[in-house]
C-alpha cells in the first residue's frame, strides 16, 4: 500500500506553536484579588467556627466544590492561587510600566498594551506576574530588548545563586556514584516533582489498561519498506465512570520490513510516524508516533478535570503538587514502554524518545521520570523545559504559569516562584528559591543519552529566540558534570569553539551554528532554520546509534552470596555478560538494602565490606544490592543481588577463621576483625 493510503491517528498540531507566540490568551488579563488560602494545602469549603482565642477560620472559596465542564482556563488557574494563597499583581499599562525594556516598543503603535517588539523583531510581552520578556543582547542598543541587570542565569553576573548538582541538601559534595543514586538524585528528583511537573499519581492509583492493535498494513517510503500497526491502549474508567473524556492512548508503531523477525531499537515521537520515518529508516529503527491528546489534550480548564488527570483525580480540581499536561504526557509514553515489553518486533532495552517545543518538554519530563529511555531528543524545549527558569532571555517561567493557555503544563506550585522576591523591587524574581531548575532535569536523564539543540531566530521574532538557544546549550554544559561523575563523557565542546556573538545572540552566545558535537553522551547542535527539530533528527540518530547498535550487558539474574564466605572483607565478584562480545564495567550500586555498606569495585564487580561495624548482623539475614554495568555504549537494567547473613558468620581472628553465631560476630567487628575466611 503506498504511504499516501496508511491510516493515521491524529496527529498532535504543531502550528499552533508559532500562533502561541501571536500571542497567548489570557496573557496580562486583568489580575483578581483573590482570598488568600492557607499556604499550599488545599483550603476548606467553608469557614467552619472558630474557637476562642484559636486560628482565623478558613474563608469560603469564591469557586464551586468542583470543576466542571464550563470551567475556563482562566478560572482554573485562578483557582490554584487560592489554594496556594497567592494573589496576582495589579500591574500599570504596558507603555506605563517603570519595568518595561528600555529597548522595546509596541508593535502595533495603536495598540500600545498588544505584542510588542524591539529593533530585531523579537517578541517581547508581559507575564502575569509583570515580568517582561527580554533578550540581553551583546550588541547593546542596536540589539534586543534589554534586562537592565543582565540575563540572571548561570554563568552571568549578577545571577541567581547557582544550585549545586553535586552537593547534597546538608552540604555533603557527591563524589562517588553511589552518592549520586542514592543520596542526590532522589533530592533532585522529589524536587523536579514537588516544584515543577507534579507527582504522577501512586502505581496503585493508575487505572488498568487494555492493549488493542489494528492490522498490519505495508508501504515503502524514502526507499524503505515498514509495516505499519494502530495501537490503542482503552484506559479503564470504571475508577470514575463520571470523568466528562475517556481518556486513550493512541500511536502508530512503524517497524522496517527489512528486519522482520528481530527485534529493533524504537524510536517513541510526540507526532507522526511517517514524519520521523526518514530519519529512522537508514538506520533499521522503529518508530512511535504518539499522540497525546486523547490521553489528555494541551489545554487547561475543564480538561484538567477530565481525561488521564480529571479520571485518576475523580474530577477534583488539582492540588499543588498534582501533575500537569507533560507529565500526563510522559506517563502514556511510559505506557507504551509497558506495551513494547510484551512486543517481539521491537527491543524494549532500547528506547528513545522525540518531541519538538512543548512536546520538547515533555520529552525531557518522560526521560527525567523514566529510565528505561536510553536516548531522548528534546527538541527546542525552551522554558520550563530544556532552558532555565532562572535565567531572563526569551520565555520565562511566570510566563508558562501565568498563562491561561501554558500554565496546565505543570504543577501548580510552580507558581509559588513567580513575582517579585522583595515587593517593589523589579529584580531578583522569587524563582531565587527555586530548588531545582533544567540542569537538575536534565541531570536525571544520566548517564544516557541525550541532544539538546535549538536554533535561529528565523522569521525575526517567530524563531527560536523565544525558545533562548544559549540557556539550551547551558543545561547540558552544567549538567555534565553528572555525566562524569558516572563514568561517561557529557558535553564536549572542544577548546578553543568559537562561541556566536550580534545582535541576535545572547551574550556569551552558544557553540557555532551548524556545527554538530557529539564526541560526548550529551549532544549539541544550533541549526540555522529557526523553530524546528527537523534539522537536528540525523544527528540525533547518528549520536543515538553510536549506542543503539549494540546490545545492553546483562547482569547474571539471581546472583546469591553469603557473608563470611569469601576472603576477608569480600563478598565476592558480580558476573555479567554482554551479547556484543565486550567486557561490562563501570560497575555501580543504585540501590538496596546494604546500599552504603557494601563498595562495589567499579572495574571487576568484586563486592567489598569497607567498614563492617557498620553491618547489624544481629537483626539481619540478608542484604540486597542494585547493580549496574555498562559496555561504554549501554547500562545494563538493575539486577538484585542477595548476600545472606548466616547464623555463624566466618571472622578472621587472631590469624585464622573462626565461626561465630552473628550477634557474637558483630562484637569481633567492632573490635577490628575482618569478616570473612583467613588466608595467607
Given amino acids: 500500500m503506498p504511504e499516501s493510503a496508511q491510516p493515521e491517528v491524529a496527529q498532535p498540531d504543531t502550528t499552533g506553536q508559532v500562533a502561541r507566540r501571536q500571542f497567548l490568551a489570557g496573557v496580562g488579563a486583568a489580575a483578581v484579588a483573590l ?20 486560628p482565623p477560620p478558613v474563608p469560603a472559596s469564591p469557586f464551586p466544590a468542583v470543576p466542571s465542564a464550563a470551567t475556563t482556563a482562566a478560572e482554573d488557574r485562578r483557582q490554584m492561587l487560592w489554594q496556594l494563597g497567592l494573589t496576582q499583581p ?6 506605563a510600566d517603570p519595568n518595561a525594556p528600555p529597548n522595546a516598543f509596541p508593535r502595533n503603535p495603536a495598540n500600545p498594551d498588544g505584542n510588542w517588539t524591539d529593533p530585531v523583531g523579537h517578541t517581547v510581552e508581559r507575564g502575569a506576574f509583570g515580568q517582561w520578556i527580554t533578550y540581553d543582547s551583546d550588541a547593546g542598543a542596536a540589539g534586543g530588548a534589554q534586562a537592565p541587570f543582565g540575563d540572571y542565569g548561570p554563568l552571568s553576573a549578577p545571577r541567581y545563586t547557582d544550585i549545586e548538582l553535586l552537593t547534597t541538601r546538608d552540604g555533603t559534595p557527591v563524589r562517588t556514584p553511589e552518592q549520586w543514586w542514592l543520596t542526590r538524585r532522589p533530592e533532585i528528583l522529589r524536587d523536579v516533582q514537588d516544584h515543577l511537573y507534579g507527582r504522577i499519581p501512586d502505581r496503585d492509583r493508575w487505572p488498568a489498561v487494555d492493549w488493542t492493535t489494528g492490522p498490519a498494513t505495508t508501504g515503502s517510503a524514502n526507499g524503505f519498506g515498514y509495516t505499519d500497526r494502530t495501537i490503542t491502549g482503552v484506559i479503564d474508567t470504571s475508577g470514575y465512570p463520571q470523568v466528562r473524556n475517556a481518556p486513550t492512548i493512541q500511536a502508530i508503531l512503524r517497524t522496517p520490513l527489512g528486519r522482520a523477525g528481530e527485534p529493533v531499537p524504537v524510536i517513541i515521537t510526540f507526532g507522526s510516524a511517517a514524519s520521523a520515518w526518514p530519519f529512522t529508516a537508514p538506520f533499521g529503527y522503529a518508530v512511535c508516533g504518539f499522540n497525546p491528546a486523547p490521553l489528555q489534550p494541551d489545554s487547561g480548564g475543564a480538561n484538567m478535570s477530565s481525561f488521564i488527570i480529571g479520571l485518576i483525580n475523580k474530577g477534583n480540581w488539582r492540588s499543588p503538587r498534582d501533575w500537569g499536561a507533560l507529565a500526563a504526557w510522559s506517563w502514556g509514553i511510559s505506557r507504551l514502554i509497558d506495551w513494547f515489553e510484551t512486543e517481539p518486533s521491537v527491543d524494549a532495552t532500547r528506547i528513545g524518545a522525540q518531541g519538538h517545543s512543548r512536546f520538547g518538554k515533555a520529552t525531557l519530563v518522560a526521560a527525567a521520570y523514566d529510565e528505561r529511555i536510553g536516548a531522548a531528543y528534546p527538541s527546542c524545549g525552551g522554558a520550563l523545559g530544556t532552558s532555565w527558569a532562572r535565567r531572563s532571555w526569551g520565555e520565562n517561567l511566570e510566563f508558562v504559569c501565568g498563562s491561561d493557555s501554558e500554565y496546565h503544563w505543570v504543577a501548580g506550585n510552580t507558581m509559588r516562584y513567580a513575582g517579585e522576591l522583595h515587593p517593589g523591587s523589579y529584580w531578583p524574581r522569587k524563582v531565587e528559591h527555586l530548588p531545582v531548575d533544567v540542569h537538575s532535569v536534565l541531570a536525571l536523564i544520566a548517564p544516557r543519552v541525550v541532544l539538546t539543540n535549538g536554533g535561529t531566530d528565523t522569521p525575526p521574532g517567530f524563531g527560536d529566540a523565544w525558545q533562548d538557544p544559549r540557556g539550551m546549550y547551558l543545561a547540558g554544559a552544567v549538567a555534565s558534570q553528572v555525566w562524569t561523575t558516572l563514568g561517561w563523557p557529557g558535553q564536549v565542546i572542544p577548546a578553543g569553539t568559537e562561541f556566536t556573538s550580534g545582535p541576535t545572540e545572547s551574550v556569551g552566545g552558544t557553540p557555532p551554528i551548524g556545527a554538530t558535537f557529539i564526541d560526548g553522551t550529551v549532544g549539541w547542535r544550533r541549526h540555522a532554520e529557526g523553530h524546528t527539530p527537523t534539522a537536528d533528527w540525523p544527528t540525533f540518530m547518528r549520536l543515538t546509534a553510536r549506542h543503539f547498535d549494540g546490545h545492553r550487558p546483562v547482569v547474571a539474574p539471581a546472583q546469591h552470596f553469603v557473608l563470611g564466605h569469601g576472603p576477608a572483607n569480600v563478598v565476592g565478584t558480580v558476573q555479567a555478560s554482554d551479547p556484543d562480545g565486550g567486557t561490562p564495567a563501570n560497575w555501580q550500586i543504585t540501590g538496596g538494602t546494604g546500599a552504603g555498606r557494601f563498595s562495589i569495585n567499579r572495574d571487576s564487580g568484586r563486592i567489598t565490606i ?22 561504554r555504549k549501554l547500562t545494563s537494567r538493575p539486577a538484585t543481588v542477595t548476600i545472606a547473613v548466616p547464623d555463624l558468620v566466618n571472622i578472621c581472628h587472631h590469624g585464622r577463621t573462626v565461626a561465630v553465631p552473628k550477634a557474637e560476630a558483630a562484637t569481633h567487628l567492632r573490635h577490628g576483625d575482618p569478616i570473612g575466611q583467613f588466608s595467607r
Fill in 610 to 631: 569497607p567498614h563492617p561495624q557498620q553491618l547489624d548482623l544481629a537483626h539481619r539475614s540478608r542484604y540486597t544490592l542494585t547493580v549496574v554495568a555498562d559496555d
Fill in 90 to 95: 495589579t500591574l500599570p499599562a504596558k507603555a
Fill in 35 to 54: 482570598p488568600v488560602g492557607l499556604g499550599g494545602a488545599r483550603p476548606a469549603a467553608g469557614p467552619g467556627p472558630a474557637s476562642v482565642g484559636g
